[in-house]
């Protein structure tokens, strides 16, 4: 073998051995642990490389034959229908969820009760009030839309495997899913979310739950929840207009519930912020806009009986990577208390935490709110 020959024998053998490596690294990223906010038989990859497509479609075509199994062993055992579809390494955050009922309250507000897969048992079960799913709308005639839409958990039924969803219309992706009708398979991303902290709630305790507008949804589910766990629950709930007011007998079914509208012509006439010094409880929990909630912590300001409020939030990725969501909090105060904390450095007190990721529940006092 002359020299050049040698040489030329020797960069190839590199190359290959390069190649190889860069294939096994792309195999390597496919395995997603249970930590993972995606699931990648949902991803789209726009890998510039023939190897990581290749390992890509192959990852995908091993996910979906996993999933049509498991299915299939479903469908075959009626007697193990509520079974729970767990994996030992994954979890699945993605899926497609079937419309199963639509109400329309007026044209800008409806509630759509939605069907979820039994892949997706392992995350719904682990879902706290609070919670909520990233949808992306349906594509209309005229335009699909990009990005997802928070919604939400207004009630979640895991016997059922059903999800209520209470949405008020407020741009192109909300108006989408007003248009879907029964049958409709939208796809469902279910972020890692921390919800109300429940677990702090004791039985017998005087749980107040305080919500205005859409804000109203989530604490459904969280009033249904706390009855179960022996709390006694007072609902104040407000709402603009008397056409928007929803789940008066839901409430009525866990506990006492007070309404209020702007409007006057349904229960108390003003705003929910008037009417909190007249109840005496020993936790208070909301969930509405940002002026609300911005009221609730002047009223509140110095009390040591803990607070919680859940944010609506604008949200791209939903998972904490784009950090689209942030929200000034102070570091000073204690989550689950309250309670300030000794702190020498004004500017160190101020953090930012991802409403998607590290909520969307906080602590009220711990929210610093932006100037007028």
């Given amino acids: 073998m002359s020299k050049e020959e040698w040489v030329a024998s020797r960069d190839t053998s590199r190359e290959m051995s390069q190649e190889s490596s860069f294939e096994t690294s792309c195999e390597s990223s496919l395995e997603i642990s ?12 726009h ?5 990581l497509s290749d390992a890509t479609t192959h990852e995908r075509s091993r996910e979906t034959t996993r999933e049509r199994s498991h299915e299939r062993s479903h469908e075959q055992s009626p007697a193990s229908s509520r079974k729970r579809s767990q994996s030992p390494t994954r979890v699945r955050r993605q899926g497609m969820f079937r419309v199963l009922e639509k109400r329309l309250y007026h044209e800008q507000l409806f509630a759509l009760t939605l069907t979820y897969p039994p892949s997706m048992d392992a995350i719904m079960d682990a879902l706290q009030p609070g919670a909520f799913v990233h949808i992306l709308p349906s594509p209309s005639e005229s335009r699909q839309l990009f990005l997802r839409r928070p919604l939400s958990i207004a009630g979640l039924d895991r016997e059922k495997r059903t999800v209520l969803l209470i949405v008020r219309v407020v741009g ?24 109300f902290p429940i677990h702090n709630v004791k039985n017998g305790a005087r749980a107040l739950l305080v919500g205005g507008g859409v804000g109203v949804a989530p604490l459904l589910w969280l009033a249904e929840t706390l009855h179960a766990q022996g709390a006694r629950v007072t609902a104040l709930i407000g709402f603009r207009e008397s056409r928007d ?5 839901t409430f009525e079914q866990w506990g006492d519930v007070h309404l209020v509208t702007e409007d006057g012509l349904s229960g108390k006439p003003g705003r929910v912020t008037e009417y909190v010094r007249d109840f005496s409880y020993d936790v208070l929990l909301s969930c509405g806009p940002e002026p609300m909630l911005k009221a609730l912590a002047h009223i509140t300001a110095g009390d040591s009986r803990p607070h919680y409020a859940s944010l609506e939030a604008r949200m791209a990725c939903a998972s904490g990577v784009c950090r689209a969501c942030v929200v000034a909090v102070r570091s000073d105060v204690h989550a689950d208390t309250g309670h300030h904390m000794v702190s020498t450095d004004d500017a160190a007190r101020i953090q930012h935490r991802r409403v998607c990721h590290d909520g969307p529940v906080f602590s009220l006092s711990e929210l610093v709110w932006r100037a007028p």
Wanted: proline share 7%; hydrophobic share 25%; glycine share 8%.
């Fill in 172 to 195: 192109q992706g909300t108006e989408q899913l007003r248009e879907v009708q029964p049958g409709t398979v939208l796809d469902v991303y279910v972020p890692y979310t921390h919800g």
């Fill in 34 to 45: 249970h930590e993972s906010p995606f699931e990648i038989s949902h991803e789209t990859s």
């Fill in 245 to 249: 007011v929803f789940g008066l007998r």
């Fill in 47 to 51: 890998a510039t490389t023939h190897e």
